[in-house]
C-alpha cells in the first residue's frame, strides 16, 4: 500500500524533529568539547587525538585538592577513584619492580645500589664534580650522598682531588676502574630498561616520557628552589 499526502506528511515531521534533536544534541557536546580542545591544543605541542582523550578524562575527573577539607575514610579505602592518590600508588609499585630487578644486576658487581651505579654515570656523562654538586644531581641528603662516595672512593671507582678554586671543596673524579665496572654493568642495567618499560608500545612510551619529563621538572624547581620548604607552604606556592 502507498503513502497518502498525509502519510508522507507525519513521517517528515517525525524524521525532521528526530533529526534536528540530534543535531542540537551534538551541537551541545561540541560545544563543551570546543574549550577543552582549545586549551590542548594551546598546551600541547604534540596533538593526538588517543593523547586528547587522557587530557580530557584527566581534565573532567580531576579533584580540585583546594575545596576539600580532606579525605573520608571511604575515600582512603577506595584510593582508585581518586586520580591523583593511584598514580602515586602506580610509581611506588613501579618503583619497587624495578629495584627488584636492579638488586639482581648488582648482586655479581662492585654496586650495592642504583645509587652508587648512577654517582659513576653521571661522572662518566659530565665529568669531574664537587661533592656537592654530584650529591644534588641525585636529589640526595648531603649526608647520605657522601658515605656514598666514602664507598665509592674505598672500592677505587672514584677518587677524590683539592678544588683549586676551592680549598673547602673536594673534586670527584671517575677511575679507570670505574669506567670499566659501569660499562660492565650497562648492558644488564639496558635489559632493566626493557623490563621497567614492559609491554609499552613506542607511541605509549613517547607519551609516558614527555608526562614523566614534566613532572619531573615541576619536582626539580622546588628541589633546587624550596628543598626545605613545609609540605603545606609547597603545596599553597605551586599547586593552590
Known sequence: MGWNEKGYSTFFTNFTTSYFCLMSRELNLLDQLLPHIDNYVQDNQNVDVKLFSIYLKDKLFEIDA????????????????????????????????ANRYLKQVFKDSHFKSIDEFGFLATLLK?????????????????????EIIKRLVKKGLIT???????????IVVLTGEGKKEL?????????????????LNPEELKSGIEMMTKLGDFHQTIFEKDKNTELTELYSKYLG
Do not use: C
Not at 68 to 83: C, H, N, V
Open 183 to 199: 660499562f660492565s654493568a650497562f648492558n644488564r642495567m639496558y635489559e632493566v630498561s626493557l623490563l621497567i618499560t614492559g609491554n
Open 66 to 97: 583546594s575545596t576539600r577539607d580532606g579525605l573520608k575514610e571511604s575515600e582512603y579505602l577506595d584510593y582508585k577513584a581518586i586520580p591523583q592518590v593511584e598514580f602515586s600508588a602506580i610509581l611506588t609499585r613501579l618503583y619497587r619492580f
Open 126 to 146: 659530565e665529568g669531574p664534580l664537587t661533592k656537592t654538586e654530584l650529591i644534588n644531581k641525585h636529589l640526595m641528603e648531603i649526608t647520605t650522598g657522601v
Open 160 to 170: 677524590e682531588t683539592d678544588d683549586a678554586s676551592d680549598k673547602r671543596s673536594k
